[in-house]
């Protein structure tokens, strides 16, 4: 008779991202969360910069602080994001 191995899984860690901080912008506060590249398995669209991120590329998501939910988060390449403000909208560069 042998004694059934009862492997108890340990408690699965949080995802080793980065903590949430309040960043006040003109438009706005928004709550950014730096994403390591590790963690980041897949790519996603900066809207800063209209490129893609491919994973494994550490980066930022923010979301409004006001509005928060999955749908309002946002990935950005981390100098895009301090960029934003530079950009005017409805002004296009080039063409
Ligand atoms: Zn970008």
Do not use: F, T
Not at 74 to 84: D, L, N, T
Request: net charge positive; with cysteine; charged share 25%.
């Amino acid at each position: 008779m042998s004694p059934r191995r009862v492997r108890r899984r340990p408690d699965p860690a949080p995802p080793p991202s980065g903590p949430e901080q309040i960043e006040s912008w003109p438009d706005g506060d928004w709550v950014i969360r730096l994403v390591p590249g590790a963690v980041s398995v897949k790519a996603y669209r900066c809207p800063g910069c209209d490129q893609e991120i491919p994973a494994g590329m550490p980066h930022l998501v923010a979301w409004p602080s006001l509005n928060p939910g999955p749908a309002e988060r946002r990935h950005w390449h981390r100098p895009c994001w301090h960029r934003r403000m530079q950009r005017r909208p409805g002004r296009r560069v080039g063409r």
